[in-house]
């Protein structure tokens, strides 16, 4: 079930699903079946992925993430979703942008992506891994920075390059995931720094 082109049929699933009425988050992970957890959070990462701050749906997908990493990181065979995430409903025309947005993007990382240092991705090792890196990106996502720039978009690369070494089996991927997920730190601890040295500096000026 979780290959690409598996993933991207079952997109297309839930967008003729959609036609009627608006299809749940909760509805569509409820029709997959024994359903991976890479394979959801490559479907939940997938609005994240721009620079735009999303407020309070940053926050929830970052407790989404970190739910799903907590899960795996326990052994759960088959991840749940917080109710809140579940009852997201979404029209035909936003899953139709969700399969446009998957192709472009897992088809670009497909054209370097290959089976190799499986034993990142295989056994109860692996699964350690992959909760770890999907509960450490959610939790910096479901940090609440507001207008901070990319605050989503770079702990939702994490989250994507472990999907696509996934779905790829493709252990270098892993290392890309932990890689952006160094990035985010540095990241933030650069923001709240700057805040440290330009709130003492505008304290030092009005005290004068």
């Known amino acids: 079930m979780s290959d690409y082109h598996t993933l991207v049929e079952t997109l297309h699933r839930f ?7 608006p299809l749940t988050f909760g509805e569509a992970v409820d029709s997959l079946d024994e359903a991976a957890y890479a394979f959801i959070a490559v479907i939940i990462v997938l609005p994240f992925l721009q620079p735009v701050p999303l407020g309070p749906l940053t926050v929830a997908g970052g407790v989404a993430f970190a739910t799903l990493g907590w899960q795996l990181l326990k052994g759960h065979e088959s991840p749940v979703l917080p109710q809140k995430l579940r009852n997201i409903a979404m029209s035909e025309k936003t899953w139709r942008i969700l399969v446009n947005v998957c192709l472009k993007v897992l088809g670009f990382c497909r054209k370097f992506t290959r089976p190799r240092m499986t034993h990142l991705l295989n056994g109860r090792k692996g699964q350690k ?6 509960f450490a990106a959610g939790a910096l996502m ?3 920075f507001g207008v901070l720039p990319l605050n989503n978009v770079l702990p939702g690369l994490a989250v994507l390059f472990y999907c696509i070494a996934e779905l790829e089996d493709d252990g270098l991927m892993v290392l890309i995931a932990l890689f952006w997920l160094v990035v985010t730190v540095l990241y933030f601890a650069a923001f709240f720094l700057a805040l440290w040295f330009f709130g003492n500096e505008a304290l030092a000026y009005f005290a004068q």
């Open 129 to 134: 891994i992959g909760g770890m890196i999907l």
């Open 15 to 21: 967008a003729e699903a959609s036609k009627e009425r």
């Open 142 to 144: 479901a940090i609440p």
